[in-house]
């Protein structure tokens, strides 16, 4: 199968074009090489090394045998987006090539209004780019469950059936998203879903929790490979901040109360997803919607889960709890459906103390290229 990864140089873009090269797709990576940008706007870093990609992708080659098509350029500029569909000519397409981060767009209003323009625009460009040039290809792209907020309500995968005064209706389920990017991705699902019913267009949008880990396999065979290691408070995870905090002997700094209860899946798991996804496509005209998660965590359990793991590793760890600067429920009821990709076949890897250790002997590895003032240097919501 013919098939793109847009943003494919990012933390989740990298390790799926690895992944599905190995499995024997014949790839292709769209990027415009921004998030590298970010990261001098920010003054901030990967914690690990990341080589140029030409470099990267240079160095899969050498070391598997197989060929990553390179194609250097912008979803929002649509004549480059129409040269890559005509000439690589995608059965599938996989959409990761977004600003994808809350905190970023919520610094000002222009970093607001860059990331609206640029996440849904691009995706617009994305769907007439499939309607004129591949109207058989399949859309997968990386939503969030981060569109659906904390609803005291189970949450569906993407369509509710409701009654209403006696009348009945299949609908998108309600979405209450926490920052103006998520707000983009709910932007995202209404007009791809608009596109699949108007124009035959075949999508599955991927609602995805937070990721946690860093390398796969493909990326442990050369430090060439290797996958970005963010840990500052635009772009990291929280567990990623909690892992490098107890690295460097910080206080692991859990936002307000720490109930805040989210979805979670191993970065294994994320490549695995794409590639069910890619190999089961939805029908033409079907919006297809994937919890993407396995597992549930709150940020205190995270940071209990590192603690633990930090001490037996020698290491003296403290718990802190710290202004939350973003607006949201700090203890609420979540639970959400996320079924059918194991229907699919989907055998998810759990957060055990073993993931946990790995990744903190890699921040262990390479703390000296930590900047420590941007730990915490995420922007109010308020």
Same mark, same amino acid.
């Given at each position: ?52 990609? %030409? ?9 598997? @045998? ?16 129409? $040269?890559?569909?005509?000439?690589? =000519? ?50 997968? =792209? ?22 209403? =005064? ?66 500052? @408070? ?24 720490? *109930? $805040?209860?989210? *979805? ?20 033409? *005209? ?26 037996? %590793? ?13 607006? %949201? ?12 990709? %194991? ?40």
């Amino acid at each position: 199968m013919k098939i793109i990864v847009a943003g494919g140089d990012g933390f989740c873009g990298w390790p799926t074009a690895l992944y599905l090269s190995k499995q024997g797709f014949d790839v292709a990576i769209i990027d415009n090489l921004v998030r590298r940008e970010y990261d001098v706007e920010m003054d901030s870093n990967s914690l690990t090394p990341i080589a140029p990609l %030409e470099e990267r992708v240079a160095k899969w080659k050498e070391v598997s @045998g197989k060929n990553i098509d390179l194609y250097i350029g912008d979803l929002n500029d649509y004549d480059f987006l129409s $040269q890559v569909f005509e000439a690589f =000519k995608p059965e599938a397409f996989v959409h990761y090539a977004e600003q994808r981060s809350a905190p970023y767009s919520m610094i000002d209003r222009e970093h607001a209004i860059y990331t609206q323009s640029n996440n849904v625009l691009g995706t617009l460009n994305v769907l007439y780019a499939m309607k004129a040039f591949a109207p058989d290809c399949h859309l997968i =792209k990386l939503g969030t469950m981060g569109e659906y907020g904390t609803p005291n309500i189970d949450i569906e995968e993407g369509w509710i059936d409701i009654e209403h =005064k006696g009348r009945k209706d299949r609908m998108l389920y309600p979405k209450k998203p926490g920052s103006f990017y998520h707000l983009t991705k709910v932007h995202d699902s209404h007009n791809i879903e608009f596109a699949c019913r108007s124009w035959g267009i075949r999508a599955t949008d991927l609602n995805q929790g937070v990721v946690y880990g860093i390398n796969i396999d493909e990326n442990d065979q050369d430090p060439i490979l290797y996958n970005r290691f963010d840990y500052d @408070g635009i772009f990291g995870t929280v567990l990623n901040r909690f892992i490098v905090q107890a690295a460097k002997g910080l206080p692991l700094s859990v936002y307000g109360k720490g *109930g $805040q209860t989210r *979805g979670f899946i191993n970065i294994e798991d994320t490549v695995r997803c794409i590639e069910i996804a890619a190999l089961n496509p939805a029908e033409r *005209g079907e919006f297809r919607v994937f919890n993407q998660m396995t597992q549930y965590f709150s940020v205190q359990d995270l940071a209990e889960k590192v603690k633990k793991v930090a001490e037996e %590793e020698g290491l003296e760890v403290t718990i802190s709890h710290v202004e939350n600067p973003r607006v %949201e429920q700090e203890e609420h009821y979540f639970h959400a459906v996320s079924t059918r990709l %194991e229907d699919l076949g989907l055998k998810p890897h759990q957060l055990t103390d073993d993931v946990i250790r790995r990744v903190l002997k890699l921040a262990m590895d390479n703390i000296d290229r930590l900047k420590e003032d941007k730990v915490m240097n995420s922007p109010s919501w308020k």
